[in-house]
């Protein structure tokens, strides 16, 4: 029961430590995207598709989880019994540690397809953190690797 108990802290120390990583959305700015010159272009909203934006990759939730399932598999029988144990419990915590991070930091996003003044029609996916509209004015932010709509 311990070693139970064990496991699901540490794959829930692993997903909040994951769910730490930056934003995808519309008000979010790397360090890398401060201070540095933006173009904008204006538009009118077309149409707005919810969507979801699969969750962060970081590495921390597979190693936190093969850390601890190689603990509580190492509990499993004597010597090499084990040594099995340990690395069974290993790559099964990995495996939980991943899908347990990506879940919990996906997130509900938009597809946003907007009309630019000059007639162009453009499609930006971002967070769902600012809500938008058909007919909604916007303005487009970007510095040439990434794009957000704004109000």
């Known amino acids: 029961m311990r070693l139970i108990v064990v496991a699901i802290a540490g794959l829930t120390a692993a997903a909040l430590l994951s769910a730490c990583a930056p934003g995808v959305g519309g008000g979010s700015y790397s360090r890398d995207q401060a201070r540095r010159e ?16 699969e969750g962060t990759r970081s590495g921390v939730g597979p190693a936190a989880g093969a850390v601890v399932g190689g603990i509580a598999g190492s509990t499993v029988g004597h010597g090499r019994g084990a040594a099995v144990g340990a690395v069974l419990g290993s790559v099964a915590g990995g495996v939980a540690g991943q899908a347990a991070e990506q879940a919990g930091t996906r997130q509900t ?15 930006v996916t971002q967070a769902a953190d600012e809500t938008f509209k058909p007919g909604d004015r916007v303005r487009l932010v970007s510095d040439g690797a990434t794009t957000r709509v704004t109000h």
């Open 109 to 123: 996003g938009y597809e946003i397809t907007v009309r630019l003044d000059n007639g162009r029609l453009i499609a």
């Open 38 to 53: 933006q173009n904008v272009r204006m538009g009118v909203v077309d149409s707005v598709r919810e969507v979801q934006i």
